[in-house]
């Protein structure tokens, strides 16, 4: 399982665009990158997935330059709503056991 | 996406009691569930791996004797916390997935137990 490393935390401020990276050296040629959200006292909701280059959803978009060692998550236009941690994680999520990193905790003001 | 469901959300037990947490997922069969446990403000550490019909593999460092888990079907993981005391009063979280190579990428979480032992 590929290790991970994000920023402890980070501010930001309604409607504006948060990028939160992840460093992942060691990604295996099967592995995916997901990306989780959490609440307090609430299970990890899932966000977006990728494999390569970009992806976009309704709530996020993901970017994965060529050499896939890092991944960065892309908020658009924060709300308070968005204050929440956020984990990244490398592999076949599915069925392999999940090593979670320290998160970022993201903080939005108004 | 799938749906895994947790029973009870809270539960407050006296010490010494024992304390049964049920992992459901609603719309698919799981042959896997994982389970793990989270203190205030910290990430999610992984306790064991339930497989259906066969012994859960516990991470090292979590007793087997105290956190039992059973999965007896493809729906269902059950942990159970055995002569509960303080210091287990955590969230507890479980996650599942779909059976098939096309499902392996993604995990579905429960929404959570907080157990407080008293």
């Known amino acids: 399982l590929a290790k991970t490393t994000q920023p402890i935390s980070m501010d930001s401020y309604e409607g504006q665009e948060v990028n939160i990276t992840c460093s992942h050296n060691n990604i295996a040629t099967n592995d995916y990158i997901t990306w989780y959200q959490q609440f307090p006292s609430q299970g990890p909701r899932f966000i977006i997935q990728g494999y390569k280059t970009k992806v976009t959803n309704e709530v996020a978009s993901l970017f994965i330059p060529a050499d896939r060692k890092s991944s960065t998550l892309s908020l658009p236009r924060v709300s308070l709503s968005d204050t929440a941690v956020y984990y990244c994680?490398?592999?076949?999520?599915?069925?392999?056991?999940?090593?979670f990193g320290t998160g970022t905790r993201l903080l939005v003001s108004p | 996406g799938a749906v895994v469901s947790q029973h009870p959300s809270r539960v407050i037990c006296k010490s010494g009691t024992s304390v049964k947490i049920e992992c459901r997922s609603l719309d698919f069969q799981a042959t896997t569930m994982f389970w793990y446990r989270q203190f205030p403000k910290k990430s999610l550490m992984l306790m064991a791996t339930s497989n259906e019909g066969s012994k859960a593999t516990y991470e090292q460092g979590v007793e087997k004797d105290k956190f039992l888990i059973n999965h007896a079907s493809l729906t269902l993981s059950t942990l159970t916390v055995t002569s509960a005391h303080p210091e287990d009063s955590s969230f507890y979280i479980c996650?599942?997935?779909?059976?098939?190579?096309?499902?392996?990428?993604?995990?579905?979480f429960g929404q959570g137990t907080r157990l407080t032992v008293v």
């Open positions: 996650s599942a997935s779909q059976q098939g190579e096309a499902y392996d990428t993604e995990a579905f």
């Open positions: 994680l490398v592999g076949r999520t599915g069925f392999q056991k999940l090593v």
